[in-house]
């Protein structure tokens, strides 16, 4: 059936939005894949946040172009399929070179990665690298060991210093005979509102002498 120019179209807005997200994009010709196979091919690129498109020729050559990518005619011989990954360069070499290993009427023709054409052989290449996955699983165990044991060393120094501060306060406090710390009860700091008995005057008991109590009698003055 063919394909009218509306559909043209949304095909390739399609694949010029595949192309602008895709961080790496391998070609591959798929003559003689069954209905089926192609289906589980599809199904296997898609849990790895791959997209695998059947497109003309002149589509993608049209969306390369775009991209300031020329695509020869070696890398599209044949009925081609395009897969497209998301998360990484390698992923897209990943799947579809293992998909190939289970069928040999599906060849790896090539790829763009980086916003350069690379051949048959560098797909393999970078299929043979371990996925983004893998190595941070391996950085984070190389890493995490040596720092597990530091944290232990640390935590072990932390605590050894704890107990000797602890002890060495104990013995200061059993020399000055102070008890510890622990044991001492929080003393109540509001200020109290009555005397104690060391500010209440006292009372003086001294009576006074007779010339002090006895007013003076001035006709007993003798005269000059």
Known sequence: MAITKAQKTDMLTELNDQF???????????????????????RSLKKANVDYKVAKKTLLKLAAKRKGIDLTDEIIAGPIGVAFGFDDEIVAAQR????????????????????KIIDAATVKTLASIPSREVLLAKFMGSTLSPLNGFVSLLNNVVGSFVRVVNAYQEKKNETEGIPPVKEIAIQDQTP?????????????????SPEESSPKDDSQTPEA
């Open 20 to 42: 602008d997200r895709a961080k790496g994009i391998v070609f591959a010709r798929y003559s003689g894949l069954s209905v089926m196979d192609a289906q589980d091919l599809r």
């Open 96 to 115: 579809i070179a293992d998909f190939a290993k289970k069928f040999e009427n599906f060849e790896l023709m090539g790829g763009i990665v980086e916003g």
């Open 192 to 208: 109290k509102t009555e005397d104690t008995p060391e500010t209440i005057p006292k009372e003086s008991n001294t009576e006074p």
